[in-house]
């Protein structure tokens, strides 16, 4: 059974700093590249970033570039996404999303973890 | 970037009723687009991908149709379960954006 299970959200400062992870079992890992989406409260469904399952391409939305820094530990069968910077308008509830197809460029998502909350707040 | 835009936004529909959600794609995508159900306080579900072809487990009533910049998501008897927001999200090159979302409630 796949599983994805997010950490590392919480309440943080304009300016601060978080770093989630996304623990992943229940398939081979290293075969499927990986994303990050997140939905502010109230709000849609915006894709963040992804990385291919080598971890050697990396993709960000133009809201996070220079900011967020995605990365994967295939050894640990664990996706991260470094947040610096971060503004009031990053806060949202962060999914880690499986890819569906085995191939190196993300696609479209057949697995969701339950999200981690990202609060930007003074 | 290519921008994803749905219609409606929200719709109201009877019981068994058929229900239509367009997607609109401000280029050519092919058929790299993907439907998505989330459940009010849910994690989102996959539908549909390749425009047309249902996910493994997802219920024959629905369907989804069109290519290049036009695309549909039918539900062919709307039951109450499918009370939900529903979002497509093209996946042919990066950004994997997605549309705002349709919410679909029962009348």
């Known amino acids: 059974e796949v599983q994805l299970v997010e950490s590392g959200g919480g309440l943080v400062q304009p300016g601060g700093s978080l770093r989630l992870s996304c623990e992943a079992s229940?398939?081979?890992?290293?075969?499927?590249?990986m994303s990050w989406v997140r939905q502010a409260p109230g709000k849609g469904l915006e894709w963040v970033s992804g990385i291919s399952g080598s971890g050697g391409s990396t993709y960000y939305a133009d809201s996070v570039k220079g900011r967020f820094t995605i990365s994967r530990d295939n050894s640990k069968n664990t996706l991260y996404l470094q947040m610096n910077s971060l503004r009031a308008e990053d806060t949202a509830l962060y999914y880690c999303a499986k890819d569906a197809i085995r191939g190196v460029i993300p696609s479209y998502f057949d697995y969701w973890g339950q999200g981690s909350l990202v609060t930007v707040s003074s | 970037d290519i921008q994803m835009t749905q219609s409606p936004s929200s719709l109201s529909a009877s019981v068994g009723d058929r229900v239509t959600i367009t997607c609109r794609a401000s280029q050519d995508i092919s058929n790299y687009l993907a439907w998505y159900q989330q459940k009010p306080g849910k994690v989102p579900k996959l539908l549909i991908y390749?425009?047309?072809t249902l996910q493994s487990g997802v219920p024959s009533r629905f369907s989804g149709s069109g290519s290049g910049t036009d695309f549909t998501l039918t539900i062919s008897s709307l039951q109450p379960e499918d009370v939900a927001t529903y979002y497509c999200q093209k996946y042919n090159i990066a950004p994997w954006t997605f549309g705002q979302g349709t919410k679909v409630e029962i009348k």
């Open positions: 229940g398939f081979t890992f290293s075969s499927y590249a």
């Open positions: 390749a425009a047309s």
